[in-house]
């Protein structure tokens, strides 16, 4: 699903990929608030089309400029007997702070945004968890 958005103009080319973090302090009161401010936030995108205007921002030093963004689907663990590719679950990152551990990048993925609902889009298999857990990798949307 594509969704339009503002990003600042030096990031606004196709391609490139960001998390958008969520509203900044100064972008309270600003006209484009509601177009600069709709994604999820702690969500990875990717810039598939960028628009020619350019508008003034206080947060952006060159000003912001409109883009239609895709969300970038990631890698996660989660806790699961059965995996139905393009089913949707409840997706939460597996409650995990062993920081050593080889999984931990995908038990508690970046760019996966705020826990709900996720599309399972690929089963990858089972993952060998030291603390026991049934684990499953899946690349989720």
Do not use: W
Not at 81 to 107: F, Q, W
Request: aromatic share 4%; net charge positive.
């Amino acid at each position: 699903m594509v969704h339009i958005t503002m990003v600042g103009v030096k990031a606004a080319k196709e391609g490139v990929e960001f998390v958008y973090m969520g509203m900044a302090e100064e972008c309270k009161g600003c006209k484009l608030l509601n177009v600069c401010s709709n994604l999820e936030g702690k969500r990875a995108y990717k810039v598939v089309k960028t628009r020619d205007a350019v508008h003034d921002c206080p947060v952006h030093e060159e000003g912001v400029r409109a883009v239609e963004v895709e969300v970038v689907p990631f890698k996660a663990a989660i806790q699961a007997r059965t995996i139905m590719e393009g089913s949707l679950i409840v997706y939460a990152p597996v409650d995990c702070d062993h920081i050593g551990c080889p999984n931990h990048k995908t038990c508690r993925p970046m760019g996966a945004g705020t826990e709900g609902k996720k599309r399972i889009l690929v089963s990858i298999g089972a993952i060998d968890c030291p603390r026991g857990l049934t684990l499953k990798l899946v690349m989720l949307e």
